[in-house]
């Protein structure tokens, strides 16, 4: 069997596990970039509407809110596209 990188070897001597395919990485990229593309212009145009009626500047809000949203949101869409579609 070829080699897919020295990386890979390691990892399969280790830890036991195949490496997923090109196709399945693809897929797990798109399909957690959809879902984070529409979690973040829903709490983005949300929060924009609840800062605005609260009377705070939006810049001041809605860009730490997301940025702190994006970041748990982000890698469990990843997790949960890999746990899908490769294992």
Do not use: H, W
Not at 49 to 63: A, E
Request: include cysteine; hydrophobic fraction near 50%; proline fraction near 3%.
């Amino acid at each position: 069997e070829r080699s897919r990188g020295l990386g890979d070897v390691y990892k399969r001597q280790i830890l036991g596990f195949e490496s997923p395919g090109v196709l399945q990485l693809i897929l797990v990229c798109l399909g957690a970039g959809i879902i984070i593309t529409v979690l973040s212009n829903v709490i983005a145009y949300y929060t924009t509407y609840i800062s605005v009626r609260k009377g705070l500047d939006p810049d001041n809000v809605v860009i730490p809110v997301i940025t702190a949203c994006m970041d748990i949101l982000g890698t469990s869409s990843i997790i949960g596209m890999m746990l899908i579609l490769v294992f």
